[in-house]
């Protein structure tokens, strides 16, 4: 019997047997075949699965191994890969392959059952491990800081590193300053004009429940330009989100000043930019009854957005990055809104808020008036001006 006369049958006997029933002996005509080097991806998939069935992890590494090899994304393998790991109890290398398999899945179309099937044992199995290695992270810190003061975003690192949460970062989507912190929500502490801010709360709450009372002035926050393309807000144009301004693109809005003076007080002690035909920026926002705001990110990573909330009914938050806040009514959140936020109101009525920007504090007096010019001049471009 020549060589290729004997793979044959092998292979005839290897079938025969897996029809059969016969594991075993189906698994060992395949190994022969591969140990003459004459084994086919497909021949290989055989072995690790006969293998697995068997109980056999030695042989099933090398029937992976084999098969990653030819294809590193090879969904199966990489799930049979991860369940060998856990097997031996080594979450840590289990969640590598079972979230490799996951972000590769995420791509694929037209996956048949038996792989679905895989990918969710999958995910649960990673989730369980990233939560098994997060208990053991926690109690191993818990011994190491006790008495300790650590601050929110240990445990934050704490979160992205098991895989609860994820790395958020400013991404503006029109300008970025280099070198900025990446902080969520600021200590509001740090600004000395809050107080007096959060003093004024009742008139200017007075003047919003006045406006709310007709609406006259209100606009949609998010309104087609005719010069720019639809980017597909989903509350485009929509009097769900709406806004009541006192500053737009830097003009201030006499009627609505004149209609909320304690408003325009409190906006004159802030420290607002100044900067031709953008800023300030000031106005009440409504944001109507269940309705939600998608993730979004602003503009600009030189500037923080301001909320004094007004008129807060139960169900009003607001996340920035991994950070969710209830909304306090007179109580001002100040947040890097380059920074992916979206916010909720899942109640019955209107949410109010007094919404406006300041420079950042980290900026420089010399690089705030260079950016003031750096924008002023991007206002000012026109065509015919080039």
Request: negative net charge; aromatic residues 6%; contains cysteine.
């Amino acid at each position: 019997m020549t060589d290729q006369d004997n793979l044959e049958h092998l292979a005839r006997t290897g079938m025969a047997a897996l029809q059969a029933g016969r594991t075993a002996e189906a698994r060992a005509a395949f190994l022969a075949i591969a140990d003459a080097g004459r084994a086919t991806p497909k021949l290989w998939g055989v072995i690790a699965e006969t293998s697995e069935a068997l109980g056999d992890d030695a042989t099933q590494h090398r029937a992976l191994d084999a098969l990653l090899a030819e294809n590193p994304r090879d969904l199966l393998a990489l799930c049979m890969k991860g369940n060998l790991f856990l097997k031996a109890g080594d979450d840590r290398a289990a969640m590598g392959w079972l979230n490799n398999a996951l972000a590769h899945a995420a791509t694929a179309t037209d996956l048949p059952p038996e792989i679905i099937a895989r990918l969710d044992q999958a995910q649960e199995a990673a989730q369980q491990a990233a939560a098994r290695f997060e208990r053991h992270m926690q109690s191993q810190m818990a011994a190491a800081t006790q008495d300790q003061n650590l601050p929110p975003r240990f445990e934050e690192a704490l979160g992205i590193l098991t895989g609860r949460q994820q790395v958020y970062l400013q991404q503006p989507t029109s300008f970025y300053y280099p070198g900025l912190p990446q902080t969520a929500f600021y200590d509001t502490s740090a600004f000395n004009w809050v107080a007096g801010l959060e003093s004024a709360y009742p008139a200017i709450r007075a003047e919003a429940t006045a406006m709310l009372s007709d609406k006259r002035g209100v606009a949609p926050y998010v309104q087609a330009d005719p010069a720019r393309p639809n980017r597909g807000h989903t509350l485009l144009n929509d009097t769900r989100w709406s806004a009541f301004h006192f500053y737009e693109n830097g003009q201030p809005l006499a009627d609505n000043m004149g209609r909320c003076p304690a408003t325009a007080a409190a906006l004159g002690a802030a420290p607002l930019p100044i900067i031709k035909e953008r800023s300030p920026m000031a106005l009440f926002s409504i944001l109507g009854s269940q309705t939600h705001i998608p993730p979004h990110s602003g503009m600009l990573n030189t500037r923080l957005i301001c909320h004094l909330p007004l008129i807060v009914p139960p169900g009003c938050r607001l996340r920035v990055g991994n950070h969710v806040r209830s909304v306090e009514a007179g109580k001002v959140l100040i947040f890097d809104d380059s920074i992916e936020h979206e916010a909720w109101n899942d109640s019955d009525d209107d949410r109010v808020i007094l919404l406006f920007e300041i420079w950042r504090p980290e900026l420089s007096s010399e690089e705030r008036a260079a950016l003031t010019a750096l924008f002023e001049s991007v206002s000012l471009y026109s065509a015919s001006a080039a």
